[in-house]
């Protein structure tokens, strides 16, 4: 049984910064690529972000590039997302999936690629 787990949500004041943990497990799950997304209330799940199972290649969404930060910590075997400069509009759930092929592909971008998820994490930016 493969398991995702996401930790680190909370509130924060806009401006302000957080750090989301995935940690994924199970003997089925062998080595993945790993993606964040969020939802938020009547909105499709969005892409935030993905990196390959080596740690070595990223992809980014278009609505967090150059605030938000994806990184693995292999020894851990921990993925993190740094986010920072949050605004209200980052305000959703955020979930966390694992994608049984370990390298990027272009559509590492969809959900639906994805095989496992985590139960999310939410993130609320407001003063």
């Known amino acids: 049984q493969v398991q995702v787990v996401e930790s680190g949500g909370g509130l924060v004041q806009p401006g302000g910064s957080l750090r989301l943990s995935c940690a994924a497990s199970?003997?089925?799950?062998?080595?993945?690529?790993l993606g964040w997304f969020r939802q938020s209330p009547g909105k499709e799940r969005e892409f935030i972000a993905s990196?390959?199972?080596?740690?070595?290649?990223?992809l980014y969404g278009d609505v967090v590039r150059g605030r938000f930060t994806i990184s693995r910590d292999s020894a851990r075997n921990i993925v993190y997302l740094q986010m920072t400069s949050l605004e209200p509009e980052d305000t959703a759930v955020y979930y966390c999936?694992?994608?049984?092929?370990?390298?990027?592909?272009?559509?590492?971008?969809?959900?639906?690629?994805?095989?496992?998820w985590g139960q999310g994490a939410q993130v609320t930016v407001s003063s």
């Open positions: 199970g003997r089925d799950l062998g080595d993945y690529a």
């Open positions: 999936a694992a994608d049984r092929f370990p390298r990027l592909r272009s559509c590492s971008g969809f959900y639906r690629l994805y095989d496992y």
């Open positions: 990196v390959s199972w080596t740690g070595s290649d990223t």
